[in-house]
């Protein structure tokens, strides 16, 4: 089975700044994708970026981005100018077979 | 514009009343997948369905119950309500692993 874990149940960070949201995973499996998800307060949880493990080169989507370690089983998101918009609940997740494994989620709280 | 929608948005009910919550999308997709919610905003998959009159029962036991008789409906069942299943409720369905999951807006349940 695997399993996603995010580190930081909170971050925060001063508009305009750069943060970095960690998330790790454990799986036998190869083939693979990983997400990162956004659920602002109580609005629709939307995919910010998606990474497929047989990709090297990190995925990049505007102000979004990911350090992934294939090796290490990391896939972190690195939000840069952070604007207000971006407070919301973040989920790594993880698809494998037929379903997708979330991490526990970490709460951003962006700073005016 | 292909979507999924929950309703209703938010429902307050009283104990021992049964509940509908509905889920429909216009993607046509195979896939999809009930979540509960808890306060902390961890997701656990309570049901999901890989094609008209197939489903399953997710991680999370739960006295819901599910039914997909059209690919795009998937209406969850309480059919008695209790405080205990006062939570968030998330419908999701998926084409593919590569796109990972669309979600609903979600269903706020409280029962009283």
């Known amino acids: 089975a695997q399993t996603v874990t995010q580190s930081q149940p909170e971050m925060s960070v001063q508009e305009a700044e750069t943060v970095t949201l960690s998330c790790t995973y454990d799986t036998s499996e190869s083939d693979y994708y990983l997400f990162w998800y956004k659920q602002p307060p109580s609005r629709q949880m939307i995919l910010v970026i998606r990474q497929e493990a047989y990709k090297q080169q990190n995925a990049t989507e505007n102000r979004f981005s990911v350090n992934f370690q294939k090796a290490a089983k990391s896939f972190s998101l690195k939000i840069s100018d952070s604007q207000l918009g971006d407070a919301a609940m973040y989920f790594c997740a993880f698809f494998g077979n037929e379903k997708l494994t979330f991490g526990t989620g970490t709460r951003l709280t962006i700073i005016p | 514009e292909a979507d999924i929608y929950q309703t209703p948005r938010y429902l307050v009910i009283g104990t021992g009343k049964k509940i509908t919550l509905e889920c429909s999308q216009t993607?046509?997709?195979?896939?999809m997948y009930w979540y509960q919610q808890d306060p902390g905003m961890e997701l656990h998959l309570i049901h999901y369905?890989?094609?008209?009159?197939?489903?399953e029962k997710g991680d999370l036991s739960s006295e819901s119950t599910v039914s997909r008789i059209r690919t795009e409906h998937f209406p969850l069942t309480l059919e008695s309500a209790r405080p205990s299943h006062t939570s968030q409720y998330l419908c999701?369905?998926?084409?593919?692993?590569?796109?990972?999951?669309?979600f609903g807006s979600g269903t706020r349940l409280t029962v009283v």
């Open positions: 993607m046509g997709h195979d896939k």
């Open positions: 999701a369905s998926s084409e593919d692993r590569v796109r990972g999951y669309t």
């Open positions: 369905s890989y094609g008209v009159n197939s489903t």
